[in-house]
Nanobody, 122 residues
Framework: QLQLVESGGGLVQPGGSLRLSCAAS????????IGWFRQAPGKEREGVSC??????STNYADSVKGRFTISRDKNTVYLQMNSLKPEDTAVYYC?????????????????WGQGTQVTVSS
């Protein structure tokens, strides 16, 4: 089982920014597609963004397009979140998968981190 660790969550005011990081423990992320997902209380887990193995292909949920940016370097995947809204409040998870393309479908990912809380509130 791959081990992923998210960091960078916290409390931020509406309109603020946060950068989440997803790092691998004991292996390299280089060969995996990576997705960011979130789950708010009482709601299903939803896909936020995903990135291909080499970073050339990305995808975003409509709700975050133009505000969030996913990127990756050798062994970390980042989610830059700008113009945050209260409805972005959730636990954010990163996940690693081996499918040919990166998707926003949770079932396409086999390894998950523990999550990091993001709270957007004044």
């Amino acid at each position: 089982q791959l081990q992923l660790v998210e960091s960078g969550g916290g409390l931020v005011q509406p309109g603020g920014s946060l950068r989440l990081s997803c790092a691998a423990s004991g292996f390299t992320l280089r060969y995996y597609v990576i997705g960011w997902f979130r789950q708010a209380p009482g709601k299903e887990r939803e896909g936020v963004s995903c990135i291909s193995t080499k970073g050339g292909s990305t995808n975003y949920a409509d709700s975050v397009k133009g505000r969030f940016t996913i990127s990756r370097d050798k062994n970390t995947v980042y989610l830059q979140m700008n113009s945050l809204k209260p409805e972005d409040t959730a636990v954010y998870y990163c996940a690693a998968g081996t499918s040919a393309i990166a998707t926003l479908v949770p079932a396409d990912y086999g390894s998950w981190g523990q999550g990091t809380q993001v709270t957007v509130s004044s």
